[in-house]
């Protein structure tokens, strides 16, 4: 198994763009998640999707945009890039929305918006 | 946003030191994940709590589930070089079920 993946791993883009980072498990986890990692702040979460078709927002989901087409991918996507989205962002799985569940993490994408 | 309140924020060790973190919240969880994250890596889980009053271990690295579910900490024993890193406690909170992530103990050891 790859677990999770994410693609592109560096980003730099001028403000006012708009681009999207891709995710993808092979684990058949129904539970995925986007977090996003500033200097000396843990992880906050953006958005998250409990399953094909369901999606929601977390703690910080202004400028961004999900969708969950299907089990294995979970795009971000950034609409209309802005300075204060710098940050590297992690996409995590889990087997299921719930108690007893364990999240996986992928490696990052590390994004600059100038 | 809701954070967890994880310390020490940074520690530096001589190498076969002991080292403990731990990490307290004001919310009740019912899972604590501690996770390692190296430069330009994602976290890698190290060990997973689902009981309050648990303890497991994992070669070096020992953590208990609070007896309360508001607090838990890692251990780390006999430290080697490969053990610098960043680690990350979190919550899932018992009522969202959301993770929810400390700032991070950085640790660096001194061979």
């Not at chain 1, 998640?33 to 409990?50: A, C, E, K, N, T």
């Not at chain 1, 999900?66 to 996507?77: A, Q």
């Not at chain 2, 309140?5 to 076969?16: A, L, V, Y």
């Amino acid at each position: 198994n790859a677990g999770v993946t994410q693609t592109p791993k560096f980003q730099v883009l001028k403000t006012g763009q708009s681009m999207t980072l891709q995710c993808a498990q092979d684990m058949n986890h129904e539970y995925m998640s986007w977090y996003r990692q500033d200097p000396g702040m843990g992880l906050r979460l953006i958005h998250y999707s409990v399953g094909a078709g369901i999606t929601d927002q977390g703690e910080v989901p202004n400028g961004y945009n999900v969708s969950r087409s299907t089990t294995e991918d979970f795009p971000l996507r950034l609409l209309s890039a802005a300075p204060s989205q710098t940050s590297v962002y992690f996409c995590a799985s889990s087997y299921s929305w719930g108690s007893y569940n364990e999240q996986f993490f992928g490696p990052g994408t590390r994004l600059t918006v100038l | 946003g809701q954070q967890l309140n994880q310390s020490p924020q940074s520690m530096f060790i001589q190498e076969g030191e002991d080292v403990s973190m731990n990490c307290t919240s004001s919310s009740i969880f019912n899972t604590w994940l501690w996770y390692k994250q190296d430069p330009g890596e994602g976290p890698v889980l190290l060990i997973a709590l689902y009981k309050a009053g648990e303890l497991t271990s994992n070669g070096r690295l020992t953590a208990q589930f609070g007896i309360t579910r508001k607090d838990s900490f890692l251990n780390i024993s006999a430290s080697i070089p490969s053990d610098v890193g960043i680690y990350f406690c979190a919550g899932q909170d018992s009522g969202t079920y959301k993770y929810i992530f400390g700032t991070g103990t950085r640790l660096k050891v001194l061979a």
